[in-house]
């Protein structure tokens, strides 16, 4: 058994070896991610971006005067199948790789990749070492990563603020304690302002004057939350009850209408950062349009963030003049690139500059983009 | 100095509405030897009534305390309706079954109105007006107590003194001292046993209703789901204090308000649930019954 399927394996390398030379007058895109099982629904709308931009794509007349081929693979978000999948992809000879969905998939196929001088575009892994620990210079993202927003929280309160003491609380949970954990790293890189106090609160207790108290003994005069609305709703109250004047800057579960509602003129003034508001983009609308009328449904998750990394591909393909690995790499990280989620370029460690969050501001009870 | 009475009003206030909460478990427990799960839902069906009640007098033009006390009284009446009905429909029932069977029924009443709660009116967080105004002597000292936590203090007072007064000179405290004492004897002595348990529903419902109607003003918001961890919390204090003792119910709320409010102030607000259950753990060991519960010889 395992002799014959590595004499297919053998066959199979021998076909794709061959593969390059005959059809060298197409632009090869692999698409890896989930397309079965469970996650499928975060690797279909993705997929479906890359198969309308390509058809879009070939019907103008492709890249550099040639069609654009797609070689589609799927890996469930299985690390180990996703190295299968690479294997496969690079075997296939794609130039550029849109893929793949979840961080850890993508982490384990990128190595391979690497070896082979491809450079690989996620629409949704946001785990920050993907980009941050430098291994994989092929790598990029349209995503905003996971401490993203915390960094933008902190650096748009230290240009913009009056921040010298800094007390960080949040809730407990993955997501509260992922965007506390992220601000004070990025305030203790910055330098500048003291963190003061750093602890989890109880989510759902019936009050929280005493922290409250002791947030003002510390003297902060910020106080950074990570978390969810209920409990930002309370903390807020309870500030304006105590006579606390500490900054609430906060997270994307916080900035919710809820939020709004529940704390009243306590949330005034608060900040909180979100999700862009995209759909003002006519790149943006177009591309809703035509997953809609092509598929008769509204796209699901990182349709958007898909539909932009392959334009990005392509586009730096384009600019490149060439499918040659640094040339592509090089022209993603100079040119800019109008899609669905703005106009983008890369930064030198792959992530999407000006792509995902906004800081918000409570003022006359809504939130108000700012900068 | 300061920052010792802010945590030491803190806690205060936070205890006081434990207490209130504490006490109905340990009136039930008292009478019945039933702990009644179900507790913690009455006190949210209250801050719920209270905001409906809110909403309309707004509508009116009412003043803050006005509202207030309008709110707390129809939330009460209403909580007093619910903990009556409950007990009819799910713990007459079971009177003579095990005490297995009854504590079953309450959790599962408990899991009940929550729900129908969720259904009946939001999942959401709803806003709760506040309803007490910021008085304006008070504001020099509004950072360590201020006019919500005052008002919380003195309502929780005034309750039970009334209730102290209740049971302790009135007729109906004293069937209700017998019952606790023994129920088939105070039966057998002319006292209707299931009007003194319906009516130790109805005063603990009020009591939760009462707490429920503070706690919302004060920190402005309600959800379906905040009877569950109050319920916890009053219902660790009540067997702190001594389950079935009603002044023991009153302290076990103090200690663990303060417990939790010292906690967070001196050490970590990470550390504050530890602390309140690592000491309630300490006190069972050395005292059993709680810190003023009474060891019952169990009836052969």
Not at chain 1, 260 to 272: K, M, Q
């Amino acid at each position: 058994m395992k002799k014959i399927s590595m004499l297919c394996a053998t066959l199979l390398l021998a076909f794709s070896v061959a593969v390059p030379g005959v059809a060298a007058d197409t632009i090869k895109l692999g698409v890896a991610g989930p397309h079965s099982g469970d996650l499928a629904p975060y690797g279909i709308p993705a997929m479906r971006a890359a198969q309308l931009v390509v058809n879009q794509v070939n019907e103008q007349g492709g890249v550099l005067g040639r069609q654009v081929e797609l070689f589609i693979q799927d890996e469930q978000c299985n690390p180990n199948v996703a190295t299968n999948a690479a294997t496969r992809l690079v075997s296939d000879g794609v130039h550029v790789v849109m893929g793949h969905i979840c961080s850890g998939a993508t982490r384990a196929a990128l190595g391979i990749y690497r070896e082979a001088g491809i450079p690989v575009m996620s629409p949704s892994a946001t785990n920050p070492p993907l980009t941050q620990s430098g291994e994989y210079p092929n790598f990029f993202r349209t995503i905003a990563s996971d401490d993203m927003q915390s960094k933008l929280a902190v650096d748009y309160a230290l240009a913009n603020l009056d921040v010298k003491k800094v007390a960080i609380l949040h809730d407990r949970g993955d997501y509260g304690r992922g965007f506390a954990d992220f601000a004070r790293q990025a305030l203790e890189e910055a330098g500048g302002a003291e963190i003061v106090l750093f602890e989890g609160i109880t989510p759902g207790a019936m009050d929280y004057s005493s922290i409250i108290q002791r947030v003002r003994r510390t003297g902060a005069d910020t106080l950074i939350y990570g978390g969810y609305h209920p409990e930002a709703s309370k903390l807020v109250t309870q500030m304006q009850r105590r006579r606390v004047n500490a900054t609430f800057i906060s997270d994307d579960g916080v900035k919710d209408d809820s939020f709004l509602n529940v704390a009243g003129s306590a949330a005034e003034g608060a900040y909180a950062t979100g999700p862009r508001d995209l759909s003002h983009l006519p790149l943006n609308q177009a591309a809703v349009q035509a997953y809609r009328s092509t598929y008769g449904a509204e796209p699901g998750a990182f349709f958007q963030e898909g539909y932009a990394a392959t334009l990005a591909l392509l586009n730096a393909i384009e600019k490149a003049g060439t499918t040659d690995y640094d040339a592509v790499v090089n022209s993603l990280r100079t040119e800019y690139v109008d899609t669905p989620v703005g106009r983008i370029k890369f930064d030198d460690k792959g992530d999407a500059e000006g792509v995902g969050f906004s800081v918000f501001k409570v003022v006359d009870g809504v939130f108000v983009e700012m900068n | 100095m300061d920052y010792f009475l802010e945590l030491f009003f803190s806690g205060l206030t936070r205890g006081s509405i434990y207490a209130l909460i504490a006490l109905g478990y340990t009136m039930v427990y008292g009478i019945i030897q039933l702990i009644n799960f179900a507790h913690g839902e009455i006190y949210m069906i209250g801050a719920f009534v209270a905001l409906i009640v809110s909403g309309v007098c707004t509508i009116y033009g009412l003043s803050g305390f006005a509202i207030l006390i309008l709110a707390a009284a129809i939330a009460a009446v209403y909580a007093a309706a619910y903990g009556f009905t409950l007990e009819r429909v799910a713990y007459r029932p079971l009177r003579g079954s095990p005490r297995l069977s009854a504590l079953i029924s309450a959790i599962g009443m408990s899991i009940f109105l929550q729900n129908y709660v969720l259904l009946a009116q939001t999942p959401d967080f709803l806003p709760f007006p506040r309803l007490i105004p910021d008085l304006a002597f008070i504001e020099p000292v509004a950072h360590i107590i201020g006019t919500p936590e005052l008002v919380i203090l003195i309502t929780t007072l005034i309750t039970m003194v009334v209730l102290t007064f209740l049971i302790k000179k009135t007729r109906v405290g004293k069937a209700m001292r017998a019952t606790q004492q023994d129920l088939s004897m105070a039966r057998l002595v002319g006292i209707n046993v299931d009007n003194v348990i319906s009516l130790t529903f109805i005063i603990g419902s009020v009591m939760a209703a009462i707490g429920g109607v503070l706690v919302a003003s004060y920190i402005g918001q309600v959800s379906f789901y905040i009877g569950f961890l109050a319920g916890i919390k009053a219902f660790t204090a009540a067997v702190l204090g001594g389950i079935g003792s009603i002044p023991g119910a009153v302290l076990g709320g103090l200690i663990i308000g303060w417990s939790e409010s010292f906690a967070a102030g001196y050490i970590s607000s990470d550390y504050e649930d530890v602390i309140t259950f690592v000491l309630l753990v300490v006190i069972l060991i050395f005292r059993p019954a709680g810190i003023l519960g009474k060891v019952h010889k169990q009836k052969v």
